[in-house]
């Protein structure tokens, strides 16, 4: 059985950082392209950054290019997503993901959801 769990969020003041990380209980671990999505309140499901098998490739929405940073240790079968020069409009619950294909910023392409972490950014 799959597993995806979050970890690392919190509360921080604007400007401060935090890294999240998501183990995953997949034997074929490094197979997966892995995903970082966020959700707001009343809001929809958005993807933040995507890594693929080996770690060569990756892709941020725009909003978090340049402060968000996403890597994975398939020795360690982990994601992680450091996340600096956090803004209020961070907040939001983070959710691991994890995709069979090649991955994209579609949600309908992940086939494992972790339970999410929250992430809370003050003023």
């Known amino acids: 059985q799959v597993q995806l769990v979050e970890s690392g969020g919190g509360l921080v003041q604007a400007g401060g950082s935090l890294r999240l990380s998501c183990a995953a209980s997949?034997?074929?671990?490094?197979?997966?392209?892995m995903g970082w999505f966020r959700q707001a309140p009343g809001k929809e499901r958005d993807f933040v950054a995507g890594i693929n098998w080996s770690g060569g490739t990756t892709e941020y929405t725009d909003s978090v290019k340049g402060r968000f940073t996403i890597s994975r240790d398939n020795t360690k079968n982990t994601v992680s997503l450091q996340m600096n020069s956090l803004k209020r409009e961070d907040t939001a619950v983070y959710y691991c993901?994890?995709?069979?294909?090649?991955?994209?910023?579609?949600?309908?392409?992940?086939?494992?959801w972790g339970q999410g972490t929250q992430v809370t950014v003050s003023s």
């Open positions: 997949i034997r074929t671990f490094r197979s997966y392209y």
């Open positions: 993901a994890a995709s069979k294909g090649y991955g994209s910023s579609r949600l309908r392409e992940y086939d494992y």
